[in-house]
């Protein structure tokens, strides 16, 4: 057996490995193929305001129906896009897809995309997001482009053009992912967010006493407010964050608490009625006492 043979556990691995290898570059070629063969899609999940649950915009989510897997998760293939050099044309797919959704929203609902920093270290991005809104005849302070810490990493001169090209334009800003990054508080200092997106991680238990999560999403909400930013909760999926998020003071919720991501025609649709209604993901995750 594997366990009590040094050669076989070796060999279980390397095969697992290897078939590791394989299905990567499986998928690979396949999603080489996955955009003209109209396998991905957009799908829609609502951002509410805190106090009264009003629909203030969607997050584009991306989604890959694999012919033969089924679903596969961006967690999955959006990092084999960035090394393959396909997350720059599936990137500017999904914003001309989710500017055309906005377009129908009612209530002058937004739409948040998510930027890889592969799509915004290239200097021809702000053009790209120029005429993907001009092809949509979207007003730009409608689009809110998500970009996570780790366009920090190797921050430099074009960091801070990029972020002036985009502010241009009239586009919103946010920062997604807060806090699981190289978090570093001196580019709250100069980047122009309009938005800190609280990740989900610390929402996660949050609601829990005595929760180290609790303090922190406070800090960061105090920090946002100085900055004149706003903050969305990640993740929020039972009625007893919304309460704890709404005593934190954050300004937005998303989360399966108010809805899944949905495709663009249940998306218009909600946007009419104007506001979501909390359903309850699970029961509730509090601890019994
Ligand atoms: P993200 O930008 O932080 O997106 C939020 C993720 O949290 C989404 O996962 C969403 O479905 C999930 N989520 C929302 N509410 C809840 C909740 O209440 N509970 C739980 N457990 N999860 C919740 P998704 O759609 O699987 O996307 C994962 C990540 O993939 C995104 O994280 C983002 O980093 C990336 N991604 C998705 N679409 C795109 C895209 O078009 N371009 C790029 N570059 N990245 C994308
Ligand atoms: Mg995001
Ligand atoms: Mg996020
Ligand atoms: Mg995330």
Same mark, same amino acid.
């Given at each position: 057996?594997?366990?009590?043979?040094? /050669?076989?556990?070796?060999?279980? #691995?390397?095969?697992?490995?290897?078939?590791?290898?394989?299905?990567?570059?499986?998928?690979?070629?396949?999603?080489?193929?996955?955009?003209? +063969?109209?396998?991905?899609?957009?799908? #829609?999940?609502?951002?509410?305001?805190?106090?009264?649950?009003?629909?203030?915009?969607?997050?584009?989510?991306?989604?890959?129906?694999?012919?033969?897997?089924?679903?596969?998760? &961006?967690?999955?293939?959006?990092?084999?896009?960035?090394?393959?050099?396909?997350?720059?044309?599936?990137?500017?797919?999904?914003?001309?897809?989710?500017?055309?959704?906005?377009?129908?929203?009612?209530?002058?609902? +937004?739409?948040?995309?998510?930027?890889? &920093?592969?799509?915004?270290?290239?200097?021809?991005?702000?053009?790209?997001?120029?005429?993907?809104?001009?092809?949509?005849?979207?007003? &730009?302070? +409608?689009?809110?482009?998500?970009?996570?810490?780790?366009?920090?990493?190797?921050?430099?001169?074009?960091?801070?053009? $990029?972020?002036?090209?985009?502010?241009?334009?009239?586009? /919103?800003? @946010?920062?997604?992912?807060?806090?699981?990054?190289?978090?570093?508080?001196?580019?709250?200092?100069?980047?122009?967010?309009?938005?800190?997106?609280?990740?989900?991680?610390?929402?996660?238990?949050?609601?829990?006493?005595?929760?180290?999560?609790?303090?922190?999403?406070?800090?960061?909400?105090?920090?946002?407010?100085?900055?004149? $930013?706003?903050?969305? @909760?990640?993740?929020?999926?039972?009625?007893?964050?919304?309460?704890?998020? /709404?005593?934190?003071?954050?300004?937005?919720?998303?989360?399966?608490? #108010?809805?899944? &991501?949905?495709?663009?025609?249940?998306?218009?649709?909600?946007?009419?009625?104007?506001?979501?209604?909390?359903?309850?993901?699970?029961?509730? +995750?509090?601890?019994?006492?």
């Amino acid at each position: 057996a594997a366990k009590a043979d040094g /050669r076989g556990v070796h060999r279980f #691995y390397h095969e697992n490995m290897l078939e590791g290898a394989q299905t990567r570059k499986a998928l690979e070629d396949d999603l080489r193929h996955a955009l003209e +063969r109209g396998e991905l899609q957009v799908v #829609y999940q609502p951002v509410v305001a805190t106090g009264d649950a009003r629909i203030v915009g969607y997050e584009a989510l991306v989604r890959w129906q694999h012919p033969v897997r089924g679903p596969v998760s &961006p967690a999955d293939f959006i990092p084999i896009a960035e090394e393959c050099g396909l997350i720059e044309p599936i990137g500017e797919w999904v914003l001309h897809t989710a500017i055309a959704a906005a377009r129908q929203f009612a209530n002058h609902a +937004r739409v948040a995309v998510n930027v890889s &920093p592969i799509q915004f270290a290239n200097p021809a991005f702000p053009a790209v997001v120029a005429r993907a809104l001009a092809a949509g005849n979207l007003a &730009p302070e +409608r689009l809110e482009l998500e970009i996570t810490e780790s366009v920090f990493l190797n921050e430099s001169a074009s960091t801070d053009a $990029m972020f002036a090209s985009l502010k241009r334009l009239g586009v /919103r800003l @946010a920062l997604d992912d807060f806090g699981t990054g190289y978090s570093s508080l001196g580019y709250l200092r100069k980047a122009p967010f309009d938005k800190i997106k609280i990740d989900q991680s610390f929402v996660r238990g949050a609601a829990i006493s005595g929760s180290r999560n609790a303090a922190i999403i406070q800090a960061i909400v105090t920090l946002a407010a100085a900055l004149d $930013m706003e903050t969305t @909760a990640e993740g929020v999926e039972v009625q007893d964050e919304i309460e704890l998020i /709404r005593g934190l003071g954050c300004s937005h919720i998303q989360g399966y608490v #108010y809805g899944r &991501p949905m495709d663009a025609e249940a998306a218009v649709a909600l946007s009419r009625k104007g506001f979501a209604q909390p359903g309850g993901y699970r029961i509730s +995750r509090a601890p019994r006492i």
